[in-house]
């Protein structure tokens, strides 16, 4: 099945290889615009599109925003050393501060991948000032592609290198409802 993005959900996987994408799980009466009614594919293709992310680190939750108004949210995976702000290169930080979704990549080493802007002109500065590298390629993305680990390691633990980790199904939610340029705020 194709949806209307061309990304291509899954079906009939097992649980030995890539988990199938379900519907997201946001709850219907969050949205009145979400069609109750036909395939899963013309319920996602009718969601809000949200104009903000945010993800609150210490909560371990992303939020889509329309309008100052929340419109779905997920659990999230975090760095390794999700404490504080990313201030180098290899710190397993999640970074914190404003950025936007910059580039979208559906072939990535993980069920798809949107890059933020991280980082800053003022982080990169920073970073060069304490002759250290600021680090890069922080993504919001699905499960990994191939895993080393069982699926209830990604589902219950931070474990990317400073990344935003969702369900392959919440994944899909996020890569429908956002596009290149939208806001995202991280916070503690």
Known sequence: MVAPSGVVL????NSMS???VA???????????????GSPVA????????????????????????????IAEYPVRLGLNPFGPKTREGDFRTPEGKY???????????FLSIQLSYPSAEEAAVARENGVEPGGQIMIHGQPNVPR???????????????????NSDMVDVWLRTGVGVPIEIRP
Request: hydrophobic share 40%; glycine share 4%; aromatic share 8%.
């Open 149 to 167: 680990k069982g699926l209830e390691f990604y589902a219950t633990r931070d474990w990317t290198d400073g990344c935003i980790a969702l369900s």
């Open 18 to 20: 890539a988990p199938a």
């Open 23 to 37: 519907a997201p799980s946001v709850p219907v009466a969050a949205s009145p615009n979400v069609v109750t009614s």
């Open 43 to 70: 319920k996602m293709a009718s969601f809000e599109q949200a104009d903000k992310v945010v993800v609150r680190k210490g909560e371990r939750r992303l939020y889509l925003l329309r309008e100052d108004r929340v």
């Open 100 to 110: 936007r979704l910059v580039k979208r990549n559906q072939n990535s080493d993980f």
């Open 10 to 13: 899954a079906q009939g996987f």
